[in-house]
């Protein structure tokens, strides 16, 4: 099975922006996905199909695809925002015959 | 409002079993395709294994095949996972999801450690 690779840390100042990128050739005809998952607690999914949002999550939280790369942006952070952010490809939206999962990067907002 | 609880983890002992639930409510449970997602402690999220709505198709990770397997009861609202010939690098956080264009709903995870 394919791989999907995160940088393991991405820091950024309350206000910043952070980006998060996760690369993998299965990115490349298979949809991305993004969940936030905070301590102790089960993931959140903020991003579907590269750049939808789920009803519920900010504005702030956005996505994008270019060639084998997602990237997850999330402009003017706040603090409530720090957290573990996994990408996600799916070989198509019903079916998960062939998950794959990002290792995660952990998002500090100094 | 959309409810996962999963429950049935434990500790084993390697070699042994264990079978996980998923009770769901606040949806069509027939409707939708069901994944059950891993955790180690400290690690990151590991697929193991997913059902269509119908339950006629099956897919597992190849680290779980001819160990695992999952199964749905629509009568029941309910999904789940037996788990055979259990292994330490099994210890983790079992959690079940709903498939809906990325997995829109989670339970709250059961834990699984797997030792002598």
């Known amino acids: 099975s394919s791989e999907l690779t995160q940088p393991p840390s991405v820091s950024v100042s309350p206000g910043q922006t952070a980006r998060i990128t996760c690369s993998g050739d299965?990115?490349?005809?298979?949809?991305g996905y993004w969940y936030q998952q905070k301590p102790g607690q089960a993931p959140v999914l903020v991003i579907y199909?590269?750049?939808e949002r789920p009803s519920g999550i900010p504005e702030r939280f956005s996505g994008s695809s270019s060639g084998t790369t997602v990237t997850l942006t999330i402009s003017g952070v706040q603090a409530e925002d720090e957290a573990d952010y996994f990408c996600?490809?799916?070989?198509?939206?019903?079916?998960?015959?062939?998950?794959?999962f990002g290792g995660g990067t952990k998002l500090t907002v100094l | 409002e959309v409810q996962l609880v999963e429950s049935g983890g434990g500790l084993v002992k390697p070699g042994g079993s264990l079978r996980l639930s998923c009770a769901t409510s606040?949806?069509?449970?027939?409707?939708?395709?069901m994944i059950w997602v891993r955790q180690a402690p400290g690690k990151g999220l590991e697929w193991v294994s997913s059902?269509?709505?119908?339950?006629?198709?099956?897919y597992y990770a190849d680290s779980v095949k001819g160990r695992f397997t999952i199964s749905r009861d629509s009568a029941k609202n309910s999904l789940s996972l037996q788990m055979n010939s259990l292994r330490a690098d099994d210890s983790a956080t079992y959690y079940c999801?709903?498939?809906?264009?990325?997995?829109?709903?989670w339970g709250q995870g059961t834990l699984v450690t797997v030792s002598s």
């Open positions: 999801a709903r498939i809906v264009d990325g997995l829109d709903s």
């Open positions: 606040g949806f069509t449970f027939s409707s939708f395709g």
């Open positions: 059902i269509s709505s119908s339950g006629s198709y099956i």
């Open positions: 299965a990115l490349a005809n298979q949809y």
């Open positions: 199909r590269y750049s």
């Open positions: 996600q490809s799916a070989d198509s939206p019903g079916t998960y015959r062939d998950v794959v």
